[in-house]
Structure formats: C-alpha cells, structure tokens
Nanobody, 132 residues
C-alpha cells in the first residue's frame, strides 16, 4: 500500500518556476513507478511525466518536455516535478500516482494513462496557477 501527498503548488507568473513534491508513505515506494498528471478545469486528467522505480525510464508529455523534470529520492520516499518556464496553459491541479504493477514502466502506454487500472494509488492533488 502507498499513500501519496502532493505539495508545492501555488500562484506564479508566466516564465516562473515551481517544484512539486510527492511524498509517499508505505513500504512499497521503492518498487513503485510514479507518475504526475494534471487536470485543467472542465477537462480530463492528462499525463505529464513518469519515472520508474529504478529511475532508468522516464517519460514526458510533449507539452512539457524540455521544461519539466521528474526525479525521485527513494531514501526520502519523494518524487519531485521541477517545472520551469511555466505557461498559463500549465494551470491545473497536479496529481501524483503510484503503480506497483508497472513499477519498471515496461508498458509505456499504461504509464501514460491516468486511470486506476494503471495507477493503483493517487494523491489528492495540488493547484498550480500561472498568470500571464
């Protein structure tokens, strides 16, 4: 079992940076892949980035590649999402999620799919607002 808590959201201006954190509790964190997803108002949740348990595989959405960086510290049960050059279209609620079934991100499509079939554990989300 893995419990997830996100933090680090806030209100910033376009071009600014934020670092989101996802802290996990439970003994299985080091075996879990972690994904970040976001949900814009009135839209479906979408994939942002994912990192495998061993950090050997990392995926990014095209919309954030080159601006966002995902990393993890298994000793601290934490995954970070460094977000640079933020744009107003990055405004959303950001969620982290964990999967033990696909911990090595062997299945890329599953890693990028925001539903409970592919990610068994979800945090409550943190709001990011980017003003122009």
């Amino acid at each position: 079992q893995v419990q997830l808590v996100e933090s680090g959201g806030g209100v910033v201006q376009a071009g600014d940076s934020l670092r989101l954190s996802c802290v996990a509790s439970g003994p299985s964190f080091s075996r879990a892949a972690i994904g970040w997803f976001r949900q814009h108002p009135g839209k479906e949740r979408e994939f942002v980035a994912a990192i495998s348990s061993s950090t050997t595989k990392i995926f990014y959405a095209d919309s954030v590649r080159g601006r966002f960086t995902i990393s993890r510290d298994n000793a601290k049960n934490t995954v970070h999402l460094q977000m640079n050059s933020l744009k107003p279209e990055d405004t959303a609620v950001y969620y982290c999620a964990a999967t033990l079934r696909n911990g090595d991100l062997k299945w890329q499509v599953a890693a990028m799919t925001p539903d409970n079939r592919h990610y068994e554990h979800w945090g409550q989300g943190t709001q990011v607002t980017v003003s122009s």
